[in-house]
C-alpha cells in the first residue's frame, strides 16, 4: 500500500513537471480563431502561388517569381524581415513551352500528355506510325538498336486502369486514427522499405533506357500515366545539372488512351501521331533560393531563440502545385500573418521558411542546415543548433489537421497534448509517437532537432493530387485551410512562449542517419 502511494506521487510530480512546460493561453486561442476566420487570406495567397505564379519546378521562372511575390507578400502584412536567401547550387531551370500530341489517323483524337521535367524538345513536329516497344530488360530494348532515329515510341506495356469503386476524396475515420495513434510494434517495419530496392532498380532500369534513346536519337517517347481517369502523374525524365545533355522528349500519356493506341497497334490498326514538344532549359542562374521570414522574439532572455515552421515552396510542373504544396505555404504564411497582426509577442523569435527543392530531395532545407545548423554527413554543429526550440513541418497535403507526429520524442508528447487540448472540438488531438517520412522535417531529425510533421485528412491526396496535373487549386477546401492555419499558428505561439525550448530527442549517429536516408 505504502508503495502504491508512493508510486501515486511520483506520477502526479512528473506529470506537474512535464505539463509546466506549456501554459495555454485560451484568450489567445480566441483571437487567433477569430482572425483566421473572419478575416482568412488563406485561399487567396494559395490562388496567387498556384493560379498566377504556379507551377515551381525547382530552378524555373515559375519558382522564382512565387518565391519574388512571397516576400513581398509577407512585408505588406507587417513582416518586415522576409527576404530570399540562397542555400547553394541547385542547377537549371525548365519549362514547358508546348507540349501537343494527337493521333491523326485513323480517327482524330487530342491527347492527354505531359512531358517528363528536365527533357529535351523534339525537332519541330513529327508525325508517323508510333512504334510500340515492351520490355522487361535492358537487352529487349537494346536490340532495337539502328531503328530508332526520329520514330515515336510507345514505351512499356499497358496497364489495366482500375476504375474506383470508393470515392476519391475522405477524411480519416475513427479507426485509422486509433491505428495511427498506437505506437508500432517494436521492430515493425516500414511497408515501404521493401519495396525501395524494387524502385531503385526500376528507375536504374529506366535511366539506362533513357540513355541509349537519346544515343539513337529518338524522336519521342510515350509512356503511360499511373493514375487513372486522364489524370497524368509525372516527375523528373533529365538532369538539372548544368551541361549535361538534354536528353530524348518524353510525354507521360493518360492510360486510358496509352491502352486505346497499345490495342489499336495489337490488331494492326494504320494508326498516325503528331507530336510537338518544346520545353526550355534555364542554364545562366543555377542558385538555388529559400524564403525566409521572421518576427522577431521580444524577451531579452529568448530572442535568440528559434521556433521554425515551413512547407516547401517548388513543385512539380503539370498541376500547379497547390495540395503539395503551394495550399501549405498559404497555411504557413497565414499563421504567421495572424501572429504578426494580433501583435502576439512572441518571447522566442519565430521564422518562418518556404523551401526550394524539396522534390529534388529536401535540398533547400538541406542547404539551409548546411549553412546555419550544422554537417548532416559529420554531424558538426553550429551555434545556432543550440538556439533553435523546433521546426513544424506541413506537406501531407492539403487536409485539415488532425493531430501530429512526434517523431520517436517521447518528451515532447505532454507538450502536444496541452497545446492540442483546446482543438479537441474541431477533431485535431492525435499525438502519434510514430514518425512520417519524405519531406523536410527529415533533415531537421537528422541534425538532433525536434522536427515535427502535423497529421492531416488524405482527402484526394494520395489517389488524384500528389505530383499530377489535377494538382490544382479546385482540390483545396477553404475551410480545411483556414482550419489548419489557426492550429498551427496557436502551436507555434505557444512554442515560442514556452519556458524551456521544446524537449529533444537522443542525437542521432552518423550511422543511423546513413541507414534511414532514402
Ligand atoms: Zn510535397
Known amino acids: 500500500m505504502k508503495l502504491l502511494v508512493m508510486k501515486f506521487v511520483l506520477l502526479v510530480i512528473l506529470v506537474i513537471n512535464v505539463s509546466a512546460q506549456v501554459e495555454v493561453d485560451l484568450n489567445v486561442i480566441q483571437k487567433i480563431k477569430k482572425k483566421a476566420i473572419e478575416n482568412s487570406k488563406v485561399m487567396e495567397t494559395s490562388i496567387y502561388i498556384c493560379d498566377i505564379y504556379g507551377p515551381r519546378l525547382s530552378g524555373s521562372p515559375g519558382y522564382l517569381k512565387a518565391a519574388q511575390w512571397t516576400v513581398e507578400q509577407l512585408k505588406n502584412w507587417g513582416i518586415e524581415k522576409s527576404y530570399l536567401e540562397p542555400w547553394g547550387t541547385f542547377g537549371r531551370g525548365w519549362q514547358v513551352e508546348n507540349a501537343k500530341a494527337e493521333m491523326i489517323k485513323p480517327v482524330y483524337m487530342p491527347m492527354i500528355v505531359y512531358p517528363k521535367s528536365w527533357t529535351g524538345s523534339t525537332n519541330g513536329v513529327i508525325t508517323g506510325k508510333p512504334m510500340l516497344i515492351e520490355y522487361e530488360i535492358f537487352e529487349d530494348v537494346e ?29 480519416l475515420d475513427e479507426n485509422e486514427i486509433l491505428e495511427r495513434a498506437q505506437s508500432p510494434f517494436p521492430g515493425e517495419k516500414s511497408p515501404w522499405a521493401a519495396k525501395r530496392g524494387e524502385w531503385k532498380k526500376k528507375r536504374e532500369l529506366r535511366k539506362k533506357i533513357g540513355k541509349f534513346f537519346e ?44 491502352n486505346r493506341l497499345w490495342r489499336m497497334l495489337k490488331k494492326d490498326t494504320d494508326v498516325e501521331l503528331r507530336v510537338n514538344v518544346q520545353n526550355t532549359f534555364f542554364e545562366s542562374d543555377s542558385l538555388g533560393r529559400n524564403v525566409i521570414a521572421e518576427i522577431p522574439g521580444t524577451d531579452s532572455r529568448l530572442e535568440d531563440e528559434i521556433v521554425m515552421l515551413g512547407a516547401h515552396l517548388d513543385s512539380w510542373h503539370s498541376g500547379t502545385g497547390a495540395t503539395d504544396n503551394g495550399a501549405n505555404c498559404a497555411v504557413m504564411m497565414e499563421a504567421v500573418r495572424i501572429i504578426k497582426q494580433l501583435n502576439l509577442k512572441p518571447k522566442r523569435t519565430i521564422r518562418l521558411c518556404l523551401w526550394d527543392g524539396e522534390e529534388q530531395g529536401y535540398k533547400g532545407s538541406k542547404g539551409y542546415i548546411k549553412k546555419h545548423i550544422g554537417n548532416l554527413e559529420t554531424l558538426e554543429l553550429m551555434e545556432e543548433h543550440e538556439n533553435i526550440s523546433a521546426y513544424f513541418n506541413l506537406d501531407n497535403g492539403a487536409g485539415k489537421i488532425r493531430g501530429i507526429y512526434l517523431q520517436e520524442n517521447d518528451a515532447a508528447r505532454p507538450v502536444f497534448e496541452t497545446m492540442l487540448k483546446p482543438f479537441s472540438d474541431m477533431g485535431v488531438g492525435t499525438v502519434t509517437i510514430r514518425k512520417t517520412t519524405g519531406t523536410d522535417h527529415m533533415p531537421f531529425n537528422e541534425i538532433g532537432l525536434p522536427g515535427f510533421q502535423f497529421m492531416q485528412d488524405p482527402i484526394n491526396y494520395m489517389n488524384r493530387t500528389h505530383h499530377t496535373n489535377m494538382d490544382v487549386v479546385d482540390n483545396l477546401i477553404e475551410g480545411d485551410l483556414i482550419h489548419n492555419a489557426l492550429v498551427v499558428a496557436s502551436v507555434v505561439y505557444h512554442a515560442a512562449m514556452m519556458d524551456e525550448k521544446m524537449p529533444r530527442k537522443v542525437m542521432p549517429t552518423v550511422e543511423e542517419n546513413k541507414k534511414n536516408s532514402w
Open 143 to 171: 536490340k532495337l538498336k539502328g531503328t530508332l532515329e526520329g520514330k515515336i515510341v510507345l514505351l512499356g506495356k499497358p496497364r489495366k486502369a482500375e476504375i474506383h469503386f470508393e470515392p476519391d476524396a475522405r477524411r
Open 215 to 258: 544515343d539513337e536519337k529518338v524522336g519521342v517517347i510515350l509512356e503511360l500515366s499511373d493514375r487513372e481517369h486522364g489524370t497524368i502523374r509525372v516527375h523528373r525524365g533529365g538532369s538539372y545539372n548544368v551541361g549535361d545533355s538534354y536528353g530524348a522528349p518524353s510525354l507521360v500519356v493518360s492510360v486510358e488512351q496509352y
